[in-house]
């Protein structure tokens, strides 16, 4: 599958940004996807995660509160709306997809997946 972010962009401190990660070429629905982020000079670390069909969701403990990850199936998209930005924010995000292994299956770590985005920049200045 291909995936596609999009919907970064730079926001004062406290604004909102609204990143979409759209999918082609296999069924969409078959995965779990994710969201991951990586700021200069530091390790991709986890964001969010949600299953195929959008009953399970999981967050770092860093955007919990502020973040929201969902899914449209019908249009191979998945979104993270980022509320109460702050600077620490700042990083590129990148979407992935990783094979669903049960109905609830999500996964935090970034070795399960195989299919990555490539990323797109979210700036928060402060």
């Known amino acids: 599958v291909q995936l596609q972010a999009s919907g970064g962009g730079l926001v004062q401190n406290g604004g909102s940004l609204r990143l979409s990660c759209s999918a082609s070429g296999r069924t969409f629905s078959s995965y779990a996807m994710g969201w991951f982020r990586q700021a200069p000079g530091k390790e991709r670390e986890f964001v969010a995660a949600i299953n195929w069909s959008g009953v399970n969701t999981d967050y770092a403990d860093s955007v919990k509160g502020r973040f929201t990850i969902s899914r449209d199936n019908a249009k191979d998209t998945v979104y993270l709306q980022m509320n109460s930005l702050k600077p620490e924010d700042t990083a590129v995000y990148y979407c992935?997809?990783?094979?669903?292994?049960?109905?609830?299956?999500?996964?935090?770590?970034?070795?399960?997946?195989?299919?990555w985005g490539q990323g797109t920049q979210g700036t928060v200045s402060s």
């Open positions: 992935a997809g990783a094979t669903s292994r049960s109905h609830y299956y999500l996964s935090i770590n970034k070795n399960d997946y195989l299919y």
